[in-house]
Structures are given as structure tokens and as C-alpha cells.
């Protein structure tokens, strides 16, 4: 082959290279606001659902406004932040907890002592989602995150006014083996959440996922939910998960928050 040939066959490469690489990142832009906009519906939708209310009842975006009072808390003391001092790590519609644990100027380290979730650091701040009914809360939607076999999950508990009684579970993300681990996303077991007892009299996190089967005859059957069959290590990191968000090193200082100020009277 000529050296013009070679030429021209390197700069119709390069040539269709470069159309290719511009079109790739047109389309990337231009679908860039709907990618984000099915993120921010998902979510929605996730939050409802571990809520307990339907998000195929109606438009997403109204049912969510109409009963959700999201807001931003500090975990450290459980007090709200005044929505006056958001920036833009603090959208609660897009609130993202992989960017702010990861970013050290909003997130820290969980001593190793604590970290039962096996998640090395975590926000200073959280989105919690409040689920208002004629006006009045009634339910509260947290955020939770840890690791399982082959992954972290990312998922949402909700406790009743009561804060100690569970209404819902789901796990919006997580890499867990189909079938196994990923029976997480089973509405059967989900739904055996609804009802369970958090905590006992004294305000210990009870709430306990088995490596078997829940005996009905067990007194400490309402704390108790189900194994995921065949997945020891997944079932383990979902009760982890969700003992360490409960506890005091998580949502804790946000619960005696609530009482204190908004579920005394």
C-alpha cells in the first residue's frame, strides 16, 4: 500500500472517529435531563412504596408532593437544617448519599467499633422523608445503607409515628445474586416487615432478620423477620444495615428529636 493511501485510510479512521465521539456526546447531553428526570421518579416511587402508598394510583410527582415533607437533617444531632442553609448537596428530590459519602467535606469516617453496616463513612447530613396525613405526620421514610455479599444496598425503612413500628421496606439498588440475596426485591418478604416491632420497652433496637424461618409461636417473633433462603451473608447484612441506621450512631439523636419536639403532643 502507497503512503497516500495509508494516509487517507488513517484520516477517513480518524474522520469517522471523530463523527462518532461528537454524536456519542450529543446524544449523552441530550439525554443527560432525562436520565436524570427517571432518577428522580424512581426515587418517587421507591419512597412511596416504602411508605405504603401506591405509586401507580395516580401522577408520581402529585402523590409525592401532596403527601411527603421531605427535609435535611444533621445526623449528628437529629435537628432539622433550615432549608435557607441548602446548597447544592441538599436537594432532597435528588439527594444523593454515594456523593456526600464520598465527598470529605460533607461526609466522616464511622469508627470502626460502630461500622456494623460495613460502610466506612457516611453523610453528615440526610434526607428523610415525612408522610403527612391531613396534616399531621404519621410516618417517617429513612434512608438506609450497607453492605451485603456482593454489594451496597440502598434502600428506604419507614417507621409509624410510633417510631418503633415498621411499615415498609425496599431496596431501590444493590448488586445481590438473583434469586438469593436479590430476594430482597421479593414483595413477599418485604411485606413481612409491615408490623414488626423495632424496638422493645426499653428502646433497644430488637428488630432482627433470621438466618431461618420466624416461629408465630415465639414471643420474640415480632421483632423478627425471615432469612433470605440461601443467602446467610446478604440476610446478615440487611439486619446490620438496619440495626446500625436504628441505633444511636444512626437515625437515634433524629428520634429523640421527633419526640421532644414534634410527637409530644
Avoid at 412511596?48 to 402508598?53: F, P, Q, S
Avoid at 453496616?117 to 457516611?122: F, K, L, P, S
Wanted: charged content about 25%.
Amino acid at each position: 500500500m502507497s503512503t497516500d493511501s495509508t494516509k487517507k485510510t488513517i484520516g477517513v479512521a480518524l474522520g469517522v472517529c471523530l463523527v462518532c465521539s461528537i454524536l456519542v456526546s450529543s446524544a449523552a447531553v441530550s439525554l443527560n435531563s432525562i436520565q436524570e428526570k427517571n432518577k428522580r421518579l424512581d426515587r418517587f416511587k421507591n419512597i412511596l412504596a416504602a411508605a405504603g402508598l401506591d405509586p401507580l394510583s395516580g401522577d408520581v410527582v402529585d402523590i409525592y408532593n401532596e403527601k411527603i415533607d421531605p427535609v435535611i437533617i444533621d445526623l449528628s444531632t437529629g435537628n432539622p437544617i433550615p432549608d435557607t442553609e441548602y446548597n447544592e448537596m441538599m436537594d432532597p428530590a435528588t439527594f444523593n448519599i454515594k456523593a456526600l459519602a464520598d465527598n470529605p467535606q460533607f461526609s466522616e469516617s464511622i469508627p470502626d467499633n460502630e461500622d456494623i453496616a460495613g460502610i466506612n463513612r457516611r453523610p453528615k447530613v440526610m434526607a428523610v422523608y415525612q408522610v403527612r396525613v391531613d396534616g399531621q405526620v404519621q410516618k417517617f421514610v429513612l434512608p438506609i445503607y450497607g453492605k451485603g455479599l456482593w454489594s451496597t444496598l440502598y434502600g428506604f425503612i419507614t417507621l409509624d409515628r410510633d417510631l418503633t413500628t415498621v411499615r415498609g421496606i425496599t431496596f431501590y439498588e444493590h448488586g445481590e445474586t438473583p434469586g438469593l440475596g436479590g430476594e430482597v426485591d421479593n414483595p413477599k418478604w418485604k411485606n413481612q416487615w409491615n408490623g414488626k416491632t423495632a424496638f422493645d420497652e426499653q428502646g433497644r433496637v430488637r428488630i432482627t432478620v433470621l438466618k431461618g424461618v420466624v416461629d408465630p409461636t415465639n414471643p420474640a417473633s415480632e421483632y423478627q423477620v425471615d432469612g433470605l433462603s440461601g443467602s446467610t451473608i446478604t440476610s446478615r447484612g440487611v439486619d446490620q444495615l438496619v440495626k446500625y441506621w436504628l441505633s444511636e450512631n444512626g437515625y437515634g439523636p433524629f428520634f429523640d428529636y421527633l419526640k421532644e419536639n414534634v410527637l409530644n403532643g
